[in-house]
Every structure is written in structure tokens, then in C-alpha cells.
């Protein structure tokens, strides 16, 4: 059986920026190991959800390793809850949380306190509180993030997100979407939390301390994507595959957690643009032998496509493509290269433009495809596909498939 690589480089399509020469970044950025991989293989063009559809990194996600998120998504947060370790019970209400800055009429200064980063003493201060027999449990995450989760009895997920998504207005207040008596009281809870956090956090000496220093402080918990905990099948039980996962962003090392995939540390991948990524390929390397399927994330192209910072995005595909230059020596594996999106940098956004994947195996059917990227890769002999084909199209090329028929 051959091994599989998907290494999935979030965000990485785009659309032709004027100053690239009206180019993709990744047209534009020089690429010879991905270049190498795409003359090799087959590549195609894919929309990872459906076509049409913006997709989320989370459904993407779920896409591309075959659970349909119509079925299986339930909201952003217990993912990124997973990501950073919570561990979530059934009947859990998770969500993800930025720590914020409001002035005292709750409007919104800045949506990550000024990208604080030292966010331990506001979790020690308000962890485990409880209110009305429902318990809060908060975890730091990456930079100005929080995994929140309320656990109690009756709870529902369908509130409204608190978080307005945008500076210089108001909070939402916890607003039922539904109108079971389980959602009225779920807000009236996190309500009652907000508020008593909010006067807590104001009178930290930490907040106190940043505000001398000239800094926003970080007191409000401007939380969003609420969602209960979903049961997915392991990937294991799914296609007897022993996989990992080897990430630094806390949604997909949750996504993986949530399937059953190992998540080992590894050293220098923050989740963000700065991300040593060489090193996920030498664990790759160092693991192979007990792993049947690797799934690599890269995320910086996504972080830059929403900065705008389309120069930005050429270097870091350019540092992708030197990444994986160890891989290329790999004789057994399929591997496959493709995105969970495009992050066009004039949107500054998710689009839903398709993105292009190449796959290689030393005996796949090639194509005329010279280059990974939009263009070149939509030629290629995979044609337009969905994230849905992704998987069944790999089990069948790591020669597991089974028969239809006779
Ligand atoms: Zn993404």
C-alpha cells in the first residue's frame, strides 16, 4: 500500500493582483518543487465544498477528508476548542473567543486587544466559574484567542455570536436563534458571564498595568461560533488508515483530533505566517514509517490573502515550495498538493473561486501540466472536481479502493 502526503496550503488561490503583473501570488512566485510535482503528476481544479459556495476553513476541511459538513459541521467552535486540547463532553456548548477591547458602553475598540498575546491571567482569573449550575471553561489559544466552553445541563448552541465581527460598534448581546426554552437560557447565562467577566477584567492588574503602558486592554470576550460537540466517525474506523496530522493552527489540529488523528507537538509551527514550516516535513520524515496517511497544513497564505499583503503571500508560497523540496525524494508515496480555498488578497476574504491540486505517485497517468498553480492546473487531466472526490480519488491510488460491482 502506498503511503499519502495531502499537504494542504490554506487559503493559497487567488485572483490576478494588478501589481504582480496581473498574476496570482502563486503564479507569480517561483516554485520549482511544486512546478516539479505538477509535470509529474495530475492536477486539476477543485472547489472544495461545493461550487459557488464560499467555503470556511472548517467545512472545507471536513470536505476534503470526506465528512460532509451538511452533516457533520456544528459550528466553528468545537473545533478550535479540540485544537488546543479541551476536552469536550456531550451536551457541551463550545465556541471560539477572541479577548477584545470595549469602552463601558461595550463598544468595540479593537477586536484582539492590540494582538495580546498574554491572555494566562485573565483564564486564571475567570476559569471554572459558575453561574446558574452552568460551568465556563476557558483555555488560551494562539495569540488574542480563547477555546470557551459552558457545560451544564439544558444548554443549546443557538445563539447568535456576540462578537459583531467589526470595530467601533456595539456588542451583540446573547441573542436565542431559536426559540426553545435551552437557547433563552444559554444566553441568559453567558450573559451573566459577560457582564460579571467584563467588571472583572477591567480591575485586573494586568489590564491595569497595559493601560499605564499605553496598550488596549484585554477585557471583554467577544465570542462566536457556538456549536455542540459533533460525532465523527475516526479516520481510522473510515478507511483503516493510521493517520497524522502535523499542523500548527489550532482548527486543524482540532478537526484532526475530533477524527482520532495523532497531533504530535511540532516545534516552530505557530499557525501563522512566521511558521517554521521545514520542520513539519522533517517530522513528516521522522514519522513515516508509522504513519499510513500524513496530512501537512500550511496557513500563512490565508493570514496574508486577508492582510491584502499579496508580496507577503509570494514568499510564503515561495518558503512552501522549499519546504517540501525533502518530499520530492519520497519514491512510495501518493502525494498531494492543494488548498482549503482561495484567499484572494484584493478581498481580503474566503472566495469561491475553485483552488488547484496536484497529486503524484511514481505510477500515476501524467498530464501536460508544466505549473502548480489556478491556471496550469485546471488543464490537467483530474479536471474539476469537489472536495468529496478528493478522498475516494486517493484511496483508490493507494490501491485500497474497493470494488463497484463484479
Ligand atoms: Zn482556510
Do not use: W
Not at 513528516?284 to 508509522?290: F, H
Amino acid at each position: 500500500m502506498k503511503k499519502t502526503i495531502l499537504i494542504i496550503c490554506d487559503g493559497l488561490g487567488d485572483r490576478p493582483v494588478k501589481e504582480l503583473e496581473r498574476k496570482t501570488p502563486l503564479e507569480f512566485a517561483k516554485t520549482p518543487n511544486l512546478d516539479k510535482l505538477a509535470q509529474m503528476g495530475i492536477s486539476g481544479a477543485m472547489n472544495t465544498v461545493d461550487i459557488g459556495v464560499r467555503p470556511g476553513s472548517d467545512t472545507a476541511h471536513l470536505a476534503l477528508l470526506g465528512y460532509d459538513p451538511d452533516v457533520y459541521y456544528t459550528g466553528r467552535g468545537p473545533f478550535e476548542c479540540a485544537g488546543v486540547g479541551m476536552e469536550m463532553l456531550p451536551g457541551d456548548i463550545s465556541f471560539r473567543a477572541n479577548m477584545g477591547t470595549v469602552d463601558d458602553e461595550l463598544n468595540v475598540i479593537d477586536r484582539r486587544a492590540g494582538r495580546i498575546d498574554d491572555t494566562e491571567e485573565i483564564i486564571k482569573a475567570l476559569n471554572h466559574t459558575k453561574i446558574d449550575g452552568v460551568e465556563f471553561i476557558l483555555k488560551k489559544a494562539v495569540g488574542h484567542r480563547v477555546g470557551f466552553i459552558m457545560r451544564g445541563k439544558g444548554l443549546s448552541s443557538k445563539i447568535r455570536d456576540c462578537d459583531p465581527h467589526k470595530e467601533g460598534v456595539k456588542v451583540h448581546l446573547p441573542e436565542p436563534l431559536d426559540e426553545s426554552t435551552e437557547a433563552k437560557f444559554t444566553c441568559q447565562v453567558l450573559e451573566k458571564f459577560l457582564k460579571m467577566s467584563f467588571d472583572v477584567l477591567k480591575k485586573l492588574p494586568m489590564n491595569i498595568e497595559r493601560e499605564k503602558q499605553g496598550k488596549l486592554p484585554a477585557n471583554y470576550f467577544l465570542v462566536r461560533g457556538a456549536g455542540i460537540t459533533p460525532q465523527l466517525k475516526s479516520f481510522k474506523d473510515k478507511y483503516g488508515l493510521n493517520a497524522v496530522c502535523l499542523a500548527g493552527g489550532g482548527l486543524y489540529k482540532g478537526i484532526a483530533k475530533l477524527i482520532g488523528m495523532d497531533t504530535p507537538e511540532v516545534i516552530g509551527a505557530t499557525g501563522k505566517p512566521d511558521s517554521d514550516l521545514t520542520t513539519k516535513i522533517t517530522k513528516l520524515i521522522e514519522l513515516y514509517d508509522k504513519y499510513d496517511f500524513f496530512f501537512v497544513h500550511f496557513k500563512g497564505a490565508d493570514t496574508l490573502g486577508e492582510d491584502g499583503d499579496y508580496e507577503g503571500k509570494v514568499k510564503f508560497i515561495e518558503k512552501i515550495d522549499s519546504a517540501i523540496e525533502p518530499l520530492l525524494k519520497i519514491e512510495d508515496a501518493l502525494i498531494v498538493i492543494t488548498a482549503d480555498h482561495s484567499t484572494p488578497c484584493n478581498l481580503k476574504a474566503h472566495s469561491a473561486d475553485d483552488v488547484p491540486v496536484t497529486m503524484f505517485a511514481s505510477d500515476i497517468r501524467d498530464d501536460d501540466v508544466e505549473h502548480f498553480n489556478e491556471k496550469e492546473c485546471a488543464k490537467g487531466r483530474l479536471g474539476h472536481i469537489k472536495g468529496e472526490n478528493l478522498m475516494p480519488i486517493v484511496i483508490d491510488l493507494m490501491g485500497l479502493a474497493e470494488l463497484f460491482g463484479a
